[in-house]
């Protein structure tokens, strides 16, 4: 009996293919074996199963058929294999050529044609039985690393759940709970072969394999993968950077292009994923508007002296809930960077501020859908760093959507008067004499219909709104003004000091003057 593995990114088109294959098992010495959706999840299912036929797409995400055939011809040579494609070109048959796979058919695919093709490969295995041996001195390695790699791919994804990592964390005879852990990714792209990979690993496992708090996988052809975990702060940080320097320096590879990037320090498992986004898109910025090869997420938002990485520590949530709309423009042009003294750093620091927008519109995003433009990559972001006037751009839409204040469904109909409203708030909250009777006039209501939509549209009442704008545009001039309290108090729309001081205390938890000395005293003036 003959084991047929189906590799289809298509789960619809994988399902047909399913479901063909076990009809004809039916009438000929064939068995539906498995099936994966790409190349690199497939491997390491094929060593496992070890199958007879390959029945793999040729245009998939990760691993190409065409790699996935390379790679599992060199493991299993008797495997025969059939390509199935979309894409009717000449170079994707003269790979299937190349690599001398039996059969080569186009989709939609048709029964009668898949049924012969089949015919024709279990002939061609009838005929070739014994020739080659099972046996191979390295299965065993192999079985080991791609096992490893596939693991280490289900936790940056976050696919496992905490029974299922424990579970396999012991085949690695690691334990992960109650660590501190960090990604370290790496640059892949001189071995894109196994016996490369193979002796790559070796490499690797001199240096790194008598370490229990280590585990690295070298297969894949995007990154060199490390997950690295101690259970302190400090000895875990060390160990990343004492990786990152023997992957750079000690390994003796040839190549200008090997650059690494160290995610953040994470206290759970199900943070790893975030230490991974992080780790990729730091080192997608070598080459980019990073020149060294050691990239840092921890350098990065380190306070003090700047390392020749960090763009600064900005909590960029933070301040944009202290900016009102009309402060927009001033805001943006503070994100830009110009003070700082080269080119390459206010390109860094203006990628890093995209960085936290993109996590703030994903946050946003995940209740509302928005017409804001996703950045796609690390390259794309790169380039928007680059270019002054399309960063500038991109933040005016990106803040002005992350500031617009969200209405209630159930009021949606009222989304231009409140709208309206608003504007005129944000444009004179300052007037002491503002009132709700003043905002009601504006927009043609009576003051009492007025507060009761504006309260259910927002969740809030008019002057818990007015007090927010007013509270926030004072914590921007006690940072950024050396003003005293009156005159702050007399420019945010109040015109007892007293009172306003009542009123931020209650609201901030500090009185202004306190609000002051602290910001003074962790440097954000």
């Not at 990592?165 to 892949?188: D, H, P, R, Y």
Request: aromatic fraction near 10%; charge should be negative; charged fraction near 25%.
């Amino acid at each position: 009996m003959y084991k047929v593995f189906i590799v289809e990114d298509e789960p619809l088109i994988r399902e047909n293919l399913r479901n063909e294959v076990m009809t004809l098992a039916e009438r000929y010495p064939i068995t539906f074996a498995g099936e994966a959706g790409d190349g690199e999840l497939a491997l390491a299912s094929i060593i496992d199963i070890k199958p007879d036929i390959l029945l793999t797409d040729i245009k998939m995400p990760f691993m190409d058929g065409i790699e996935l055939a390379h790679e599992a011809k060199k493991i299993y040579p008797w495997m025969r294999i059939l390509f199935i494609s979309g894409f009717d070109d000449f170079s994707y048959t003269k790979s299937a050529i190349q690599l001398q796979a039996d059969d080569y058919l186009l989709k939609p695919i048709k029964p009668k044609e898949l049924e012969n093709a089949l015919h024709t490969i279990i002939t061609t295995l009838d005929a070739q039985k014994n020739t080659f041996s099972v046996k191979d001195e390295n299965e065993e390695l192999l079985t080991h690393e791609v096992h490893k790699n596939h693991f280490l791919n289900c936790l940056f994804q976050g696919d496992l759940r905490m029974s299922e990592v424990i579970k396999e964390a012991e085949q690695f005879q690691i334990a992960l709970a109650g660590k501190k852990m960090s990604v370290l990714l790496a640059t892949n792209h001189y071995n894109k072969k196994f016996e490369d990979y193979f002796h790559f690993s070796e490499k690797l496992k001199a240096f790194f394999g008598k370490d229990s708090g280590v585990l690295f996988s070298s297969i894949s052809s995007r990154f060199i993968k490390i997950l690295i975990f101690e259970t302190d702060y400090d000895l875990l940080l060390e160990k990343c950077y004492q990786t990152a320097n023997t992957l750079i320096h000690e390994l003796d590879i040839d190549s200008s292009d090997l650059a690494v990037g160290i995610g953040p320090i994470v206290d759970r498992i199900s943070e790893i994923p975030h230490s991974y986004q992080m780790a990729k898109q730091l080192v997608g910025t070598y080459g980019q508007i990073r020149s060294e090869k050691i990239i840092s997420f921890v350098d990065n938002i380190k306070e003090g002296e700047l390392s020749p990485s960090n763009p600064f520590k900005i909590d960029l949530a933070d301040k944009i809930a202290d900016v009102t709309i009309k402060d927009i423009d001033p805001f943006i042009y503070s994100l830009t960077g110009l003070d700082l003294d080269t080119l390459e750093r206010q390109r860094m620091f203006r990628f890093f501020v995209l960085m936290e927008i993109e996590a703030l519109l994903v946050k946003k995003q995940a209740h509302k859908e928005s017409p804001i433009y996703r950045i796609n990559d690390s390259q794309e972001m790169g380039d928007i760093a680059k270019s002054l006037d399309r960063y500038q751009k991109y933040l005016k839409n990106a803040l002005t959507y992350l500031l617009e204040v969200e209405i209630h469904p159930t009021m949606i109909k009222y989304r231009s008067l409140i709208q309206q409203a608003l504007t005129y708030i944000n444009n004179h909250f300052a007037d002491p004499d503002m009132t709700l009777k003043t905002v009601s006039e504006n927009v043609a209501l009576s003051p009492s219909h007025f507060s009761t939509i504006f309260s259910q549209a927002l969740g809030r009442t008019f002057i818990e709104y007015l007090t927010e704008q007013r509270i926030n545009y004072a914590k921007n001039l006690l940072v950024t003004t050396d003003d005293k309290l009156t005159t702050i108090t007399l420019e945010v729309g109040y015109n007892d000091s007293n009172y306003f001081s009542y009123l931020f205390k209650k609201k901030e938890g500090v009185s202004p003057t306190e609000y002051r000395k602290r910001q003074i005293e962790c440097g954000a003036v």
